[in-house]
């Protein structure tokens, strides 16, 4: 999968698609670690209403672009590191 795309559904081209996963619990990191499958057994395509083979697009529109860049951090938290604020010579 690639840093920037969407999937679509090839059919009707629209991103309102699903794919089947499994999830995992992970004691290690207390959260749910999920698996897609690959083999595509369920896809469904809710503009379509039905089953659907995905496909996965680069992202080219720019309110998609600008979606994805508002949720990526740019900088770590200064709250992280307490002494991020702090100058030593």
Same mark, same amino acid.
């Given at each position: 999968?690639?840093?920037?795309?969407?999937?679509?559904?090839?059919?009707?081209?629209?991103?309102? &698609?699903?794919?089947?996963?499994? %999830?995992?619990?992970?004691?290690?990191?207390?959260?749910?670690?999920?698996?897609?499958?690959?083999?595509?057994?369920?896809?469904?395509?809710?503009?379509?209403?039905?089953?659907? &083979?995905?496909?996965?697009?680069?992202?080219?529109?720019?309110?998609?672009?600008?979606? &994805?860049?508002?949720?990526?951090?740019?900088?770590?938290?200064?709250?992280?590191?307490?002494? %991020?604020?702090?100058?030593?010579?």
């Amino acid at each position: 999968m690639s840093a920037n795309s969407k999937f679509v559904c090839t059919r009707c081209g629209s991103d309102e &698609v699903e794919a089947e996963a499994y %999830a995992n619990w992970d004691i290690a990191h207390q959260t749910w670690v999920y698996d897609l499958k690959e083999n595509g057994d369920y896809d469904y395509c809710y503009n379509c209403e039905d089953t659907a &083979v995905t496909d996965e697009r680069p992202l080219t529109d720019l309110k998609d672009i600008a979606l &994805v860049a508002a949720h990526t951090p740019i900088f770590k938290s200064v709250r992280s590191n307490p002494d %991020a604020n702090c100058v030593h010579r």
